[in-house]
Each structure stands twice: as structure tokens, then as C-alpha cells.
């Protein structure tokens, strides 16, 4: 019994949520969703998450709020300005 693993365990961790597949299934909503250049941007924000080490868990938050806002919005992020987010 002590040599059991839990499943979703990650380093060590219990995971309750698989952030992973979360993440993955954002990305493919805004690739469907959204423009070319938006999803570019998108991910190339992501990569600074990932070089700032934030967690799986406030990745995926952030990604899913930046598809609901870029749906919203309905317009490419480089051309918006900050009183239409307001």
C-alpha cells in the first residue's frame, strides 16, 4: 500500500485538477475562437507566465479570462485601447 500512487499526482503533489489538459483545451478554443493575430499574442503572453513561473492553476485563470474578454471584445488586442476595456 505504501508504494501506491495517487492519480494526478505531479512532484510530489496531489493535484485535484488537471491544469494541463485545462490549458490545452483553452488554447484550442481561442485557435478556433479568435484571430490569428490574437491567438499569437496570446500565446506569446503565456510564455511570459510560464518565464514569471506562475502555477498551472493561475495560468489556466488567466487564460480562460483573456478568451472571455477576446470574444467580448471581438477585436484584435495590438488595435484596443485601454478605454474600451474600461
Known amino acids: 500500500m505504501a508504494n501506491q500512487q495517487i492519480s494526478g499526482q505531479k512532484h510530489g503533489k496531489?493535484?485535484?485538477y488537471d491544469y494541463d489538459k485545462i490549458i490545452y483545451?483553452?488554447?484550442a478554443l481561442m485557435q478556433k475562437d479568435l484571430s490569428e493575430n490574437?491567438?499569437?499574442l496570446i500565446k506569446k503572453f503565456d510564455r511570459v507566465l510560464v518565464n514569471e513561473s506562475l502555477s498551472d492553476a493561475?495560468?489556466?485563470k488567466i487564460l480562460s479570462t483573456l478568451l472571455?474578454?477576446?470574444i467580448f471584445l471581438d477585436k484584435n488586442w495590438d488595435a484596443t485601447n485601454k478605454e474600451e476595456i474600461e
Open 58 to 60: 493561475r495560468r489556466s
Open 68 to 70: 472571455c474578454l477576446s
Open 25 to 27: 483545451r483553452t488554447f
Open 38 to 40: 490574437n491567438f499569437r
Open 14 to 16: 496531489i493535484n485535484l
